[in-house]
């Protein structure tokens, strides 16, 4: 090639670099949250450890000085974990893992369980990291070596792991089929068992599900609420009086209308028995009535235990959590009331959420996750988190979106 021809090439890979050099490398095509547990540091602090996974668009030059270079956008994913104060919302640590190449890697990441100050999660690998530093204390090859039941049938996929309903500690099934309970503190594995599949109150938390307000978690606000619940032997409930008749008797998987009209409701009790029959179960209840101190709650539900079909019960003192509303219509805000067994509310407050996308109990506090209420178009609200005090009802917010912590609406309005 001449000279000539030699420099012409030579100003075209100039340009063609620049024009690379100009190109955005990498772009945020989108960010989701992948799961939220609380977890207590060592010192009794309690901590909300999220999971965000970020998708990447990453432009890249391939080839090189014996071949023509040309572009290529290469997608990875880049999973983050996030902590808060579950108290005060305050952020108390970041850190960035190992970024994901695989698509079906990436779909199998998420936070599985809290154990104790110990977060497990899987990224691409089972996790634990320590609630205080988001440091890695264990990963597969401690678990591995510390339990030689697991040394070779270790899964590598997150389909193997969940959380025991009853403990709320990380199973794994080995690749030998066995199963799995992990404790994280000493770190050791014990023999378990899947939940028998049928219990009485088991049947009674199947059937409750058809009657709740809600079939599906998260698509809205009352699908984390519950019209009724058993207490050993009694049935509470929020009812409005011309809701008696459906709750009388035979406890038998009464369905909502779908057209159920706007209620206030009241708490109410009843006495509730259990009877086994050709068909199973059944429960029923009598004496049926309203407490009497009980305040009214405008479309009111008793909030449930996170993913759980039961009601969540706040200790000292004991009671329940109301979601309700202030007004009906588009421009009604979802309020949350801690009331006691009477129905008297000890607070209230105002959720900046427009709907419950995931909803996290801890001892004393909740975590409350979901978009932004004060958006003007619904799809361009941000994700919320909201942490609240179960003693006073005061709680802060943080966005995720623009990594800062915000003004609140919850100041409670009562208590």
Request: neutral net charge; charged residues 25%; contains cysteine.
């Amino acid at each position: 090639m001449s000279n000539r021809g030699l420099f012409v090439v030579g100003v075209a890979f100039v340009a063609f670099c620049a024009a690379v050099m100009l190109l955005p490398r990498r772009t945020i095509r989108d960010t989701e949250r992948r799961g939220s547990v609380v977890a207590r540091t060592a010192d009794g602090t309690p901590v909300v450890v999220t999971l965000l996974q970020r998708e990447v668009d990453e432009i890249v030059i391939r080839g090189g000085l014996r071949s023509i270079p040309r572009i290529a956008s290469v997608t990875w994913y880049e999973p983050i974990l996030v902590a808060h104060d579950a108290r005060s919302g305050a952020a108390r640590w970041t850190r960035t893992l190992e970024r994901i190449d695989a698509h079906d890697v990436q779909e199998q990441s998420r936070i599985l369980a809290a154990d104790g100050d110990r977060v497990w999660l899987f990224a691409a690998g089972i996790l634990g990291v320590d609630a205080a530093s988001g440091e890695t204390v264990v990963d597969a090859a401690a678990l591995e070596a510390t339990n030689p039941a697991l040394r070779d049938v270790l899964p590598r996929e997150g389909r193997w792991f969940e959380v025991e309903r009853k403990t709320r500690k990380l199973l794994v099934t080995a690749a030998d089929g066995r199963l799995w309970r992990v404790d994280a503190r000493p770190l050791a594995v014990t023999p378990a068992t899947k939940a028998a599949p049928h219990t009485i109150a088991g049947d009674y938390l199947r059937g409750l599900q058809q009657w709740s307000a809600g079939p599906a978690i998260g698509h809205a606000p009352h699908d984390y609420t519950l019209q009724g619940d058993l207490l050993e032997t009694q049935w509470v409930g929020l009812l409005a009086p011309e809701e008696k008749s459906r709750f009388e008797g035979q406890l038998s998987q009464p369905l909502r209308p779908s057209n159920d009209p706007p209620r206030r409701r009241r708490l109410w009790y009843a006495d509730a028995s259990a009877r086994n029959g050709i068909t199973g179960v059944t429960w029923s209840s009598r004496d049926l009535a309203p407490a009497d101190e009980s305040a009214e709650f405008l479309q009111g539900g008793l909030l449930r235990d996170g993913g759980y079909l039961r009601v969540l019960r706040p200790k000292a003192p004991d009671g329940f959590l109301v979601l309700h509303t202030d007004r009906l219509g588009d421009g009604g805000q979802y309020l949350l009331s801690r009331v006691d067994t009477r129905g008297r509310p000890r607070w209230t407050a105002a959720l900046p959420l427009r709907r419950i996308a995931d909803l996290i109990p801890g001892d004393d506090v909740l975590v409350l996750l979901g978009p932004d209420r004060t958006a003007e178009h619904p799809g361009d609200a941000h994700e919320l988190l909201v942490t609240l005090d179960l003693a006073t009802g005061r709680c802060r917010t943080w966005d995720f979106f623009a990594d800062a912590a915000l003004e609140t609406a919850c100041t409670p309005t009562g208590g």
